[in-house]
């Protein structure tokens, strides 16, 4: 056959229907079963995305409900106002104003013109190199600065920088600053109270924050507000029981008294006698609660509540008082003290003054150590510690203010004749200020010790009974005399008024001995005598220079705030005294 006629028999075959296949080298040599198992795999991959996409929305929603509220929905933090502090007359010494956090969302930020940037760090006050680390951070959310002023804020959101926003927050200011800082407190940047009143009222003061839900954009822009889930309910009002006036001039004296005599440091408080009331309390060195950038530990420490110190003879008329409420002596009951000396076993007890046969009351008013050792050997020891703990030494405080310190009496069943001694003159034995302004109360009341507060009182407290109300005023008498011509305190004499207390002179205890050169000078005392309405005591760490006893370092502190304190409660003058009279004669007293 020739080539021509196969070539049309096989046209022929192919428009007749026959299947390529047929051909050996196009058929297919795989089994039925492999491609039906394909098309079964596909179809319930299928059905399984159907099923599922029918699960999601039709039947439960909520998972991708949840998913998209995370991207757009946002629930906003309210903050509370927190309460206003103010002194007893309404004066406010601390409140909340309004600022703006800053924070960025840094993959946003990273494409701002530098210059922009450039600007944005002058207003945050930082360099351009502290602002970029800020910005290289990871997170989605940082804080770029907390608590900026509304103005600069303002500043800010006018850069129109993509990413970064503001947040409405709180800052805490003071008006009367470093004069009522160790009062007050502060707080942090996180609006919690840190130290002394805001600290202690922190539940009272802070509030409750609510929230809110809101639709927020990509960028971060409210769009549209959902909810309110919980509206803030702003913290309480506080009012102090201290007194504007009388805590600037405290403190005002305090500050003059440490730089004139070149002291390490100083504090005052004054206490009302009827209800146990702070009206003052000042240290220093201080510090600007408004501006804590450069506070240290000596700023900060409140030397009226946390500083103890071995009080010297301010002790002693808890002493005596304890020996006339026993009636073991009477004012007038004499001693002989001697040429200045007097020896309990191994060691010497010195008056600065030899007094030799002399009675309980100028015991008193002289300062005499070795009277006062005389008296307390003739008691129990257990008596005399009862005493010390019945005013509060060495008893935790529960006046409610952080960081009030016990002090220390060591356990009357250990104390050796010498120890006894010396603690009837104050040494051997810690307090601190306000403990043993405290501990006056008991003579400048009828005998009775009332609680101490922080907080404006409307009812006087009940008293606890510690001595009769005899023995008080035959105490009040020997105070006066200490700060009348011949006393120990003449310096504290204030003019139109009766005034008594007691001073002290304490060499401080260092490397387990007695410094001959670092003292801590001290005054306790009350006015008007005749019917005491302030207890105002006053300290002076390390005054330098040959002025350090409590009588001259002290006691002219406790003249002027007395004077003032008097006038500005418009107290009625009960003496005709018109001027301080310092005889040139005047004798020393001891410690």
């Known amino acids: 056959m020739s080539r021509g006629s196969n070539l049309n028999n096989s046209r022929v075959a192919a428009s007749k229907g026959v299947a390529f296949s047929k051909s050996p080298v196009l058929a297919v040599r795989l ?16 059905a399984a995305l159907a099923g599922r996409a029918l699960w999601l929305q039709g039947v439960s929603t909520q998972f991708l409900q949840k998913q998209g509220e995370i991207r757009y929905a946002r629930t906003l933090d309210l903050p509370a106002t927190r309460g206003k502090i103010t002194d007893r007359d309404g004066q406010v010494l601390a409140s909340s104003i309004p600022v703006k956090a800053i924070w960025a969302i840094p993959d946003d930020v990273q494409e701002a013109p530098p210059a922009k940037l450039k600007q944005l760090a002058r207003l945050l006050d930082m360099s351009d190199a502290e ?11 940082v804080y770029l600065k907390r608590q900026v002023e509304q103005d600069v804020a303002t500043k800010i959101t006018e850069l129109g920088i993509e990413g970064i926003q503001t947040r409405k927050e709180y800052k805490r200011f003071y008006p009367q600053g470093e004069v009522t800082t160790h009062v007050v407190g502060f707080t942090n940047v996180e609006d919690m109270g840190q130290e002394s009143m805001e600290l202690a009222q922190q539940k009272t003061l802070q509030g409750v924050p609510g929230s809110r839900r809101v639709i927020k954009d990509r960028l971060g822009h409210i769009v549209e507000d959902i909810e309110s889930v919980r509206e803030p309910h702003d913290g309480k009002d506080l009012t102090l029981s ?9 403190f005002t004296q305090v500050k003059d008294a440490v730089e004139k005599f070149h002291a390490k440091a100083g504090a005052a408080v004054v206490l009302d ?28 420490r409140n030397r ?12 002693k008329p808890f002493t005596v008082g304890l020996a006339l409420d026993e009636k073991r002596i009477t004012p007038h009951t004499m001693f002989d003290t001697g040429p200045g000396s007097m020896v309990i076993a191994d060691r010497v007890i010195h008056d600065t003054h030899p007094h030799y046969m002399i009675d309980v009351q100028t015991i008193i008013q002289k300062s005499s150590n070795i009277g006062t050792s005389k008296i307390a050997l003739g008691m129990p020891a257990e008596d005399m510690w009862e005493m010390f703990t019945k005013v509060g030494f060495g008893q935790q405080p529960k006046w409610g203010f952080p960081g009030a310190v016990a002090g ?6 250990s104390w050796r004749p010498i120890e006894q001694a010396n603690m009837s003159f104050g040494q051997g034995i810690s307090v601190s200020l306000i403990q043993l302004a405290r501990a006056y109360m008991i003579y400048a009341r009828d005998g009775d010790i009332i609680p101490l507060s922080f907080q404006k009182v409307h009812e006087a407290p009940h008293g606890t009974q510690v001595v009769s109300a005899k023995t008080a005023a035959e105490m009040r008498e020997m105070l006066e005399m200490v700060t009348q011509p011949g006393g120990s ?8 008024y009766r005034v008594g207390g007691k001073t002290g002179t304490a060499q401080k205890f260092l490397n387990g001995h007695y410094s001959q050169t670092k003292y801590i000078g001290n005054f306790v ?37 007395a004077a003032q304190a008097l006038r500005a409660k418009n107290v009625a003058p009960d003496s005709d005294l018109t001027h301080i009279i310092i005889p040139e004669s005047a004798a020393q007293g001891n410690m």
């Not at 602002?131 to 959310?141: M, P, W």
């Not at 201290?242 to 405290?250: M, R």
């Not at 500083?307 to 301010?314: K, N």
């Not at 220390?408 to 069943?413: E, G, Q, S």
């Open 31 to 46: 089994p039925v079963w492999r491609s039906r198992v394909v098309l079964f795999v596909l179809f319930a991959a299928f």
């Open 131 to 141: 602002l970029q680390k800020k910005l290289d951070s990871d997170r989605g959310f």
């Open 242 to 250: 201290i007194d504007s006036k009388i805590q600037y001039i405290a």
């Open 273 to 300: 006698v009827h209800t146990g009331e702070v009206l003052a309390l000042a240290n220093w060195p201080t510090y600007n609660p408004n501006d804590r950038s450069k506070l240290t530990g000596e700023q900060l």
């Open 304 to 315: 009226v509540m946390t500083d103890t110190f071995e009080p010297g003879s301010s002790l």
């Open 408 to 413: 220390r009496v060591r356990p009357y069943k």
């Open 489 to 496: 305190a003449v310096k504290a004499q204030v003019p139109g």
């Open 525 to 561: 005392g009350m006015a008007p005598m005749s019917d005491p309405r302030f207890i105002i005591a006053v300290m002076i760490d390390e005054p330098g220079g040959p002025v350090h006893v409590g009588g001259d370092v002290a006691g002219p502190i406790f003249s002027t705030l």
